[in-house]
C-alpha cells in the first residue's frame, strides 16, 4: 500500500513537470511581442563591453524583409517580421554606421556613408555582394525613388550642417544638379530638438538619420534629434510637394517619441510597409549604461489621419503589443492587454544598493 502511494506521488510529480515544461514552451505561432526586437545583437568590437544596434534600415524585397543597422557584423532576413536570421555576407563594408539601403530594378543596394561605393546583390540570402560605382560619401544617407523613377539622395549627420537632397541618377548614382538644404536644427522653438533626457540642456542638437516616405503624394522627411544617448532621441517631420522641397515643419513633430519606460527613444531608423500594406516605424531605442552607443531596436505601428498627419503609436512600446499582420488597426489597436502583476506591489529584499532600491 505504501509502495503504491509513493508510486503515485512520483507519476503525479512526473506529470506536473512535464505539463509545466510543456506550458513554458514557446508558442509554435507567436501573437505578440515585447520591444526591443529579439535580435543577436553583437558586441561593440572597439569599446566596452556593450551590445549594440541602431540607425536600422528595414525593407522588403522578393517576399521577405531585410533589416540593417550599424556595425552589426552583417544583416537580418525575416518572412514575418517575428524570426529573424542573421546572415554575415562577403564583398560588402558591413562594418558602417547608418547604411542606406535601397530596392531598386529587381536589385537590393547598399550604400555605407563610409565608403565612396555603391554595392548591390540580387540574392542578399546568399549574403554574396558586388562592388557597383563610385560615388560621392553621403552622412546618414536615405534614397528614395519616386513614381516617375527618379532617385533622390537626403543625408546629413552634424550639430551645424544642415539635412540635405540631391537627385541622383539611377544608374551611376552621380549628382543630377546641386544638393538643396532642408532643415536645420532649431531647438529655441522645437522644444523636443534640445539635448538631453529631459530636453534641458543648453547644447547644439544632432540632427541625423534622414528617411523619406511618400503618401498621398505628400514627402514626408523624417529627421532623428537630438541625440542618441538620450531617452528623448525622437523623429521630426517635414512635409513638401515634391522631393526638392520647399519643405515645412510639421508642427505635430515628433512623430515617434518614447522618452519613457523600461526602454526609451525611437528615433533614427525608418518607416515602411509590410506585406499587408500597413506602416510601421522602426526606430533606435537607448540603453546607454555601459557606453553611450549601447543601443537596441524597437518598432511601432505607424498611422496618418484625415488631416495628412504621420503619426507613431509609442503608447505600449514596450509591453506586449501585437506582431504586424494580426490587427487590422495597429496604429489605434495594438495593446495586448497584458500588465505586470508586481507593479506598485510591496516587495521585501535583503538588501539593495544606494538610489536602486527595492522597488526599482
Same mark, same amino acid.
Given at each position: ?5 509513493? *508510486? ?12 509545466? %515544461?510543456?506550458? /513554458? ?16 545583437? &553583437?558586441?561593440?568590437? #572597439?569599446?566596452?563591453?556593450? *551590445? ?11 517576399? #521577405? ?14 518572412? #514575418?517580421? &517575428? ?26 543596394? =547598399? ?7 555603391? =554595392? ?17 560619401? !553621403?552622412?546618414? @544617407? ?7 523613377? *527618379?532617385?533622390?539622395? =537626403?543625408?546629413?549627420?552634424?550639430? %551645424? ?33 534640445? &539635448? ?22 505628400? !514627402? ?5 534629434? @537630438? ?12 512635409? /513638401? ?10 508642427? !505635430? %513633430?515628433?512623430? /515617434?517619441?518614447? @522618452? ?34 549601447? &543601443? ?14 504621420? *503619426? ?6 514596450? =509591453? ?21 502583476? %508586481? ?18
Amino acid at each position: 500500500m505504501k509502495q503504491t502511494t509513493i *508510486r503515485y506521488h512520483f507519476l503525479a510529480i512526473c506529470m506536473l513537470l512535464l505539463n509545466s %515544461s510543456i506550458m /513554458a514552451q514557446p508558442a509554435e505561432d507567436p501573437q505578440t511581442f515585447c520591444n526591443p526586437l529579439n535580435l543577436n545583437y &553583437r558586441f561593440m568590437e #572597439d569599446a566596452v563591453d556593450a *551590445r549594440e544596434a541602431a540607425d536600422a534600415v528595414l525593407v522588403l524585397y522578393k517576399d #521577405d524583409y531585410y533589416l540593417f543597422a550599424s556595425r552589426s557584423g552583417g544583416y537580418w532576413t525575416s518572412p #514575418d517580421l &517575428r524570426n529573424w536570421t542573421l546572415i554575415v555576407p562577403t564583398g560588402l563594408d558591413i562594418e558602417a554606421y547608418a547604411p542606406g539601403v535601397l530596392v531598386m530594378r529587381d536589385t537590393l543596394f =547598399y550604400f555605407p556613408p563610409s565608403n565612396t561605393k555603391v =554595392y548591390k546583390t540580387a540574392d542578399p540570402k546568399s549574403g554574396i555582394w558586388y562592388g557597383g560605382p563610385a560615388i560621392k560619401a !553621403y552622412g546618414d @544617407p536615405a534614397l528614395l525613388l519616386d513614381n516617375d523613377e *527618379r532617385l533622390y539622395m =537626403y543625408y546629413g549627420v552634424s550639430n %551645424s550642417a544642415p539635412i540635405r537632397v540631391v537627385e541622383l541618377d539611377p544608374y551611376t548614382f552621380k549628382e543630377l544638379g546641386a544638393p538643396v538644404d532642408i532643415l536645420t536644427a532649431h531647438a529655441n522653438i522645437h522644444g523636443w530638438e534640445r &539635448r538631453g533626457d529631459d530636453n534641458l540642456l543648453d547644447e547644439q542638437p544632432w540632427i541625423e538619420g534622414a528617411w523619406m516616405i511618400k503618401e498621398n503624394d505628400k !514627402y514626408y522627411l523624417h529627421y532623428a534629434g @537630438p541625440g542618441t544617448e538620450f531617452k528623448t532621441y525622437a523623429d521630426g517631420i517635414y512635409v /513638401a510637394n515634391s522631393p526638392l522641397g520647399p519643405y515645412e515643419y510639421a508642427i !505635430y %513633430s515628433p512623430f /515617434a517619441f518614447k @522618452p519613457t519606460g523600461f526602454i526609451t527613444g525611437a528615433g533614427h531608423g525608418n518607416t515602411f510597409k509590410d506585406k499587408n500594406g500597413q506602416y510601421w516605424h522602426i526606430g533606435t531605442m537607448t540603453i546607454s549604461v555601459k557606453h553611450m552607443f549601447e &543601443r537596441r531596436l524597437g518598432i511601432f505601428p505607424v498611422a496618418f489621419n484625415e488631416e495628412g498627419q504621420i *503619426r507613431c503609436n509609442t503608447s505600449w512600446g514596450d =509591453y506586449p503589443q501585437y506582431f504586424p499582420g494580426v490587427k487590422e488597426n495597429p496604429a489605434d489597436d495594438n495593446f495586448a492587454g497584458m500588465m505586470l502583476l %508586481s507593479h506598485k506591489k510591496y516587495v521585501l529584499a535583503s538588501s539593495s544598493i544606494e538610489d536602486h532600491g527595492v522597488s526599482n
